[in-house]
C-alpha cells in the first residue's frame, strides 16, 4: 500500500478531494458577541504537516517562531487560516510558545515528544520481530463530494451542477497492511446525523461489533493492530475512579476489588487508597485483541500522520470525486467501494 510521491502532492491531493465542508467545522459564533466570522479549524492531515514543519526548523538550526511558521506553510502548502488560527492549532497539538535566551519560539511539550518516541521504539520493535501491522482507520464524505476544480470556459461555463449543501454522509471502516486491505474488513455505511463528524456515527457496541467480527477472523497470524485515541477505541472494561468521581462510586470498586479500607474515610482519603493501588485502564479492544494472540498499539494523540491509511483515505476519496455524476447516496455508495478496490499493496 506505499505511495511513491511527496508530501506536497499527497497534500495536494487531499485539498483536491475534500470540499469546503469536509476539511472545516461548522461555523460557530463569536461566544462573547453572539457574532463574528466563523472561527476556522485545521483537520488531522494538514496537523501532521505543520508538526513535521516545526521539527524540520530545528533540523535546520532554526528557532520556529509563528511568522516564520505561517510564512513557511503558506509556501509550502497554500495554507490560507489566519495567525490566530495556527496559534490555537498547535497549542492542541501539545506545543507551547516560551521564551528561550530572550527569544520566543515554539515547543513540543515533553509528554507528547515521549510518547511519540514510545510508539516508534515500539512499532520498530514489532517490524523486527517480524509481526504483521495493520492500520485501521476510519473516514467518511458527502453525497456531493466532487473534486474541488475542473477545465472549464474562460466565461465559467461548464462541469457539472453540484447541489447545493453537503448531501448525505458516507463512513467506511477499513483496515490494512503490507499485502494490501484485509479480506472482508470493509464497513461502509450511511450516517444518520447531518452534521458533526463520523465520530459522532460511531458507537463503541458498532465498532466493537465489526472489531470482533470482520477485523479479528481475517487478521494474519499475531498481528499488531495500530489505531489512533478515537472515544469508541478506547471503552474500557471498567472505569477507575478518579478524584472527581463520587465517593459511594469509590467504594463500589474497592469492594469489587476487595481492598479493605475504613468507612470513617474522606472522600480524598478514599481515593488515594485507589491511587496506591496505580491501576492501569484495561480497554476492550486490547483485551479482546490479546485472546486471539493480537497486540494493539495506540496511535500517539494528535499524530494521524503516523498512520499510513490516512494516505489510502486520499486515494479512495479521490476516485470518488473524480467519478460522482449524480451526487445522491445511490450513486456515492457504490463509488466509495470500487475505490477501495483501487487500492492494492503497489497502488
Known amino acids: 500500500m506505499a505511495m511513491q510521491v511527496s508530501e506536497r502532492t499527497v497534500f495536494r491531493v487531499h485539498r483536491q478531494v475534500n470540499i469546503e465542508g469536509d476539511v472545516h467545522s461548522p461555523a460557530k459564533k463569536d461566544k462573547k458577541s453572539g457574532s463574528g466570522p466563523a472561527q476556522q479549524e485545521t483537520d488531522n492531515f494538514q496537523e501532521g504537516v505543520i508538526r513535521r514543519r516545526i521539527h524540520r526548523f530545528y533540523t535546520d538550526r532554526e528557532l520556529p517562531t509563528m511568522d516564520k511558521l505561517i510564512l513557511a506553510l503558506q509556501q509550502d502548502i497554500d495554507y490560507s487560516y489566519s495567525k490566530q488560527t495556527l496559534l490555537k492549532t498547535v497549542k492542541k497539538m501539545g506545543f507551547k510558545y516560551t521564551t528561550r535566551n530572550k527569544k520566543t519560539a515554539l515547543y513540543e511539550q515533553h509528554r507528547i515528544i515521549a510518547a511519540r518516541h514510545h510508539y516508534l521504539r515500539q512499532i520498530e520493535k514489532y517490524r523486527d520481530e517480524g509481526r504483521s501491522i495493520v492500520y485501521l482507520d476510519e473516514t467518511w464524505f458527502n453525497a456531493h463530494h466532487i473534486l474541488e476544480r475542473c477545465w472549464t470556459d474562460y466565461d465559467g461555463k461548464g462541469g457539472l451542477r453540484v447541489p447545493s449543501g453537503k448531501g448525505g454522509k458516507l463512513i ?101 487508597l485507589i491511587k496506591a493501588r496505580n491501576p492501569a485502564s484495561q480497554y476492550l479492544t486490547d483485551v479482546f485483541a490479546n485472546l486471539h494472540s493480537h497486540d494493539v498499539l495506540r496511535l500517539p494523540v494528535r499524530h494521524c500522520e503516523l498512520n499510513p491509511i490516512e494516505l489510502i483515505w486520499a486515494q479512495v476519496k479521490g476516485y470518488a470525486a473524480s467519478h460522482n455524476k449524480d451526487f445522491t447516496m445511490v450513486g456515492i455508495e457504490p463509488l466509495a467501494r470500487e475505490g477501495i478496490t483501487q487500492v492494492t499493496a503497489e497502488k
Do not use: C
Not at 187 to 215: C, I, N, P
Open 172 to 272: 467506511i471502516l477499513h483496515a490494512g497492511w503490507k499485502e494490501g486491505w484485509i479480506s472482508n474488513a470493509d464497513l461502509v455505511f450511511r450516517g444518520k446525523k447531518g452534521t458533526g463528524d463520523y465520530h459522532q456515527e460511531m458507537s463503541t457496541a458498532h465498532f466493537m461489533e465489526w472489531f470482533r467480527e470482520r477485523l479479528i477472523p481475517n487478521l494474519p497470524a499475531t498481528s499488531v493492530i495500530v489505531l489512533d485515541n478515537a472515544k469508541y477505541h478506547n471503552s474500557v472494561v471498567e472505569k477507575i475512579p478518579t478524584k472527581r468521581s463520587t465517593k459511594k462510586d469509590m467504594i463500589q470498586y474497592l469492594d469489587s476489588h476487595e481492598i479493605p479500607y475504613d468507612k470513617k474515610l474522606l472522600k480524598a482519603e478514599t481515593f488515594m
